[in-house]
């Protein structure tokens, strides 16, 4: 292995190690590091260079630790916050009960260009000054701004990377979902620069106060012709063309649809539209050899190389891929300027050390090990395979194969880990996408020469060349949808179990380097060779999924955290599984929920696949998420009360289910049947009198779970309209557990219903902050005056209720604990 490698791993742990503790620990890593370096020095004087070595290793790990504390602790506490929750006071900014609502003026650079999205646009700027009705205060730290209207189309353009703006803006901390399995997304936000999220009513308030530096404005302005060449020429072709060659070239991924991005994920070619060490070894690649056919070689190309590779860097606007991918080529290439012959191994394993050395939470970042592992990973497959036969016609497309296999195993774990996905179709995919990428790269670089140089009719001809190459990229991830057992979801891995991975490939690696003289040498190395298939499996298939859950005669229902929306996942007795609702959003938009929550949430119990699904109602905030459940977890039957026409989210995840081969059922008042040894019944809505045209609360599906001596009502939207209807229908048990109709809100939880339920809990799910203040403190005293205890999303994150028929007891995320005898 080479020297700089351990160096680089050993610099990794040290600060991964750093990240997670808390900076009140800091003189503990200083202490150790000054005592090794004491210790080094002795060492190294008494003649002991191995000891010197192993001190000087602790020193470097002890440095790492203390160097990832503090830049974890800065990110954490960006002075805006802390400014903004001094002066405003503790909670200001919470997302759970907001005391915030005036615009807090902020000034600062934008770090990246505008890009429009459904409902508006999106910025994202450095504060510098930040004002709350008087006079500005110097700051600092990232802000993602929202800004609200159409009126945003009109302006993005002027929101250019480095410019800077003034900003009037109702600012709060980033929303996180408390459930298990869901990674803290206000926490990886501060990792990457975001402290605090905020929205602005009008693109007409946001204003550009001053022009970015002579360099940045230049950027922009070759970015602008790349979006504006793109559009001209390819757009004409498909619009979804021109966002692909718009990726391509300067990493703009903001006109590619969810769809389309969800498609190339699945089928593992999604790296070749994000700019990173494919793209920038394809463009030194073309450096190098328009250099070599100039006549100009060695360390005049290297240093050639080096300038192009930097200049385009800055005109794509410094992405993290895009450094990452940029740092390794220019050190490469810096090595050979200086007649340095190393390995490209190194390379990697120094890049590596200087970007965590710059940007420790870079480490934090899943692109920066998909970067470096895949690199590292092709470099190895290179330095070990040979053709039988070289030269032959299928040498190419056999390298990029045992490419492919070399970068699916070293980043199976990291897959798994972060996005909870396998895939085995980029293994042959990528012997189309790889070649389409680079047929795009080229033709759309040449298209945007020619329409800067006023060639335009000539650039049409790229520009349709361009759309082909894309076109056949898309198409290739459609392989997955006929063989779609090629990907497939699974829980993220644990830790120690990736952490082993690696260390087990590493040792398979050092002991079956050429030459393997010795018999126990090629004996550890068989060992560890079967070992890591066998942990791959173990990643890949999670056998913890295959079977059904234990049998333990107790239901579970856990009303999940899904912000301002519904999500309850039931599991029976007898291991089956029930989803009710899916949270909000929309499976076309930026934020998908059932992908992002409810997903990792449901497979973190070690369930693969769901037994029913069930839709109350399809307003956005109950059915948001379905399309991805369908999709990812097959369910056997999706429920649905009453038929809306031409209802798009409806028609949308009946085509899910279809695909999915899900059988439909429709429920209706009446319908009784038994799960596991609970009784489901059905107490809403009647068979409609009229075809529905729009979605309407009052038609939700109310079910109630009645287990032994304990009932389950879950009410959906009801108001008390359909609640005083209810009344009658409801053989009240000894036990009655309420899911809070429509969120708390004062049309519903009549005092009628109350009176005649009496309910021993109330679960109530509602987004932190909301607009609507769900729940209304009037619902909450009516609760308190029947004596129920009251459950909320909003305060106590994911609530999971566990009876045996008897006996109740609820959990909460927080740690609140509740039981009835």
């Known amino acids: 292995m080479p020297p700089s490698a351990p160096l680089a791993l050993l610099l990794a742990a040290g600060l991964a190690a750093g990240i997670h503790l808390d900076l009140s620990l800091a003189r503990l890593p200083f202490l150790l590091m000054a005592m090794a370096v004491v210790a080094a020095f002795h060492a190294r004087l008494q003649g002991l260079p191995g000891i010197a070595r192993l001190m000087w290793a602790v020193a470097v790990a002890a440095g790492a630790v203390l160097h990832g504390m503090h830049a974890a602790d800065r990110a954490e506490r960006a002075p805006i916050r802390a400014w903004l929750e001094a002066r405003l006071g503790p909670g200001a900014l919470d997302p759970v009960a907001p005391r915030l609502d005036e615009p807090v003026r902020v000034r600062g650079r934008l770090t990246r260009d505008g890009a429009l999205t459904e409902d508006g646009a999106l910025i994202h700027l450095r504060a510098s000054h930040v004002s709350v009705g008087g006079a500005w205060e110097p700051t600092d730290g990232g802000v993602s701004i929202t800004v609200a209207g159409t009126q945003a189309a009109g302006h993005v353009a002027g929101w250019r990377a480095g410019r800077e703006v003034e900003v009037p803006a109702l600012l709060r901390r980033p929303a996180r979902y408390l459930d298990t399995g869901v990674p803290d997304g206000e926490r990886a936000l501060a990792m990457r620069g975001t402290a605090l999220v905020g929205t602005v009513k009008s693109a007409a308030l946001v204003e550009v106060r001053r022009a970015g530096r002579w360099w940045d404005e230049r950027a922009a302005d070759v970015r ?41 994920q699945e089928a593992g070619t999604y ?35 080096i300038l192009v590779l930097s200049a385009h860097a800055w005109v794509i606007g410094g992405g993290a891929s895009v450094v990452r991918a940029t740092v390794m080529a220019v050190i490469y290439l810096g090595l050979r300027l200086v007649d340095q012959r190393t390995a490209p191994i190194n390379a990697v394993a120094v890049g590596a050390s200087v970007m965590l050395l710059a940007s420790p939470l870079e480490l934090m970042n899943a692109g920066f090990w998909l970067t470096f592992g895949a690199t590292a990973a ?10 039988p036969t070289p030269g032959r016609w299928w040498h190419a497309p056999m390298a990029i194969c045992v490419g492919s296999l070399a970068v699916e195993l070293v980043l199976t774990p990291v897959s798994a880990y972060v996005f909870q996905r396998v895939t085995l179709a980029g293994l042959a995919l990528n012997l189309a996408a790889v070649p389409a990428m680079a047929m795009v790269q080229a033709s759309a670089s040449v298209c945007v020469l020619l329409d800067v140089l006023g060639a335009r009719p000539l650039a049409s001809v790229p520009g349709r060349v361009a759309h082909l190459a894309a076109q056949a990229l898309l198409e290739s991830g459609r392989l997955v949808d006929y063989v779609p057992w090629a990907t497939w979801r699974v829980p993220s891995p644990p830790l120690p179990l990736v952490a082993g991975y690696y260390a087990v490939v590493a040792m398979w690696w050092r002991w079956s380097v050429p030459p393997v003289d010795t018999g126990s040498r090629r004996r550890r190395a068989r060992a560890a060779g079967l070992s890591v298939v066998a942990m791959w499996l173990w990643m890949a ?19 999940m955290d899904v912000g301002q929306g519904d999500a309850v996942l039931v599991t029976f007795p007898d291991g089956r599984t029930l989803m009710v609702d899916s949270g909000g959003g929309s499976p076309r938009g930026e934020f998908d929920i059932g992908d992002r929550v409810l997903g990792p949430a449901i497979r973190a119990r070690g369930i ?9 109602h399809g307003d956005p905030d109950h059915i948001g998420g379905a399309v991805s459940l369908v999709r990812d977890f097959s369910p056997g039957e999706v429920w649905a009360g009453v038929y809306v026409a031409n209802h798009e989210p409806q028609e949308a995840l009946r085509a899910a289910a279809r695909g999915a081969r899900s059988a439909w059922r429709w429920l209706l008042r009446g319908d009784r049947f038994e799960v596991g040894g609970v009784e489901v019944r059905v107490h809403h809505p009647p068979p409609p009198d009229w075809e529905r045209q729009k979605v309407r609360n009052d038609d939700s599906l109310v079910f109630e779970l009645r287990h032994g001596a304990v009932s389950v009502l879950l009410t959906g939207d009801i108001s008390r309209e359909i609640e005083q209807e209810l009344v009658p229908a409801l053989d009240v048990l000894p036990t009655v557990i309420l899911k809070s109709p429509h969120h708390g809100s004062a049309t519903s939880s009549s005092p009628r219903l109350l009176e005649h339920l009496r309910p021993a809990a109330v679960l109530v799910s509602a987004g932190r902050g909301n607009p609507y203040g769900h729940p209304v403190p009037a619902v909450l005293e009516r609760y308190a005056n029947v004596g129920a205890e009251v459950f909320r999303t909003d305060r ?9 028929g008897h006996a109740v007891e609820i959990t909460t995320y927080t740690g609140l604990r509740w039981r009835r005898p």
């Open 796 to 804: 106590d994150g994911q609530i999971e209720l566990v009876t045996d």
């Open 378 to 387: 092709l470099i190895a497959a290179a330095a070990r395979w040979q053709a």
């Open 608 to 616: 693969a696949r769901l037994d029913y699904l069930a839709i109350s």
């Open 541 to 559: 298939v999670a056998p913890q999924t295959l079977a059904r859950a234990a049998i333990e005669n107790r239901l579970r229902v856990t009303t």
């Open 271 to 305: 790296h070749v539209v994000a700019i990173s060490g494919g793209n920038i070894a394809l463009l030194a690649g073309a450096v190098l050899a328009l250099l070599w056919a100039a006549r100009i070689r060695f360390a005049g190309a290297a240093a050639a190389a």
């Open 224 to 264: 602008a012709a790349v979006r504006q060449a793109m559009a001209q020429h390819v757009g004409p072709h498909d619009p979804m063309s021109a966002a692909i060659g718009t990726a391509i070239l300067i990493g703009d991924r903001a006109a590619m649809s969810p769809d389309v991005v969800r498609r190339l």
